[in-house]
């Protein structure tokens, strides 16, 4: 089962890089429906410029991870309403940062060793329009990762 949700995130996150467009409304509407998400749990995020919601809950230690490192991480994913799709926290997989989905790129570059984050991610950043086994198409995915070695 690890090794197929590791191989489902690395093949699709090529795929995801570009996911196609969305209009303005429909990127108005990801972020009313995060910002209400975030708002009913009683959680701060920051807001980049690409739409990622995030919060770094421990900053870690040594450099920020580079692209083209290669970065052990435990993860668990979760939709809006709370249901887990995904739960890697008791095993730790190791891909290289290119691999990933737009928002886990984004992200990974502003954490190091031993980093904890919490990002919601909107379609355009995850995985888009496309449908994968236990991520229907467009959906808003939350996550919380830990970064546990980068080389």
């Known amino acids: 089962m690890r090794c197929l949700n590791l191989i489902l995130f690395v093949s699709f996150a090529l795929l995801a890089v570009s996911c196609g467009s969305y209009s303005a409304d429909e990127l108005s509407e990801f972020d009313v429906r995060i910002e209400k998400y975030l708002k009913a749990k009683k959680i701060t995020c920051i807001k980049s410029e690409s739409g990622l919601y995030y919060k770094i809950i421990e900053e870690g230690e040594g450099d920020f991870i580079r692209f083209k490192d290669e970065v052990s991480f435990k993860y668990k994913g979760e939709?809006?309403?709370?249901?887990?799709?995904?739960?890697?926290?008791?095993?730790?997989?190791?891909?290289?940062?290119?691999?990933?989905?737009?928002?886990?790129?984004?992200?990974?570059?502003?954490?190091?060793?031993?980093?904890?984050?919490?990002?919601?991610?909107?379609?355009?950043?995850?995985?888009?329009?496309?449908?994968?086994?236990?991520?229907?198409?467009?959906?808003?995915?939350?996550?919380?990762?830990?970064?546990?070695?980068?080389?």
């Open 79 to 151: 939709f809006l309403d709370g249901e887990v799709f995904d739960n890697q926290m008791d095993s730790t997989l190791t891909a290289n940062v290119t691999e990933q989905i737009a928002a886990w790129k984004e992200l990974m570059l502003q954490l190091k060793k031993g980093s904890k984050a919490f990002m919601v991610v909107p379609p355009h950043l995850g995985y888009g329009p496309y449908e994968i086994p236990a991520i229907p198409s467009n959906s808003i995915l939350v996550f919380n990762l830990e970064i546990v070695d980068v080389k």
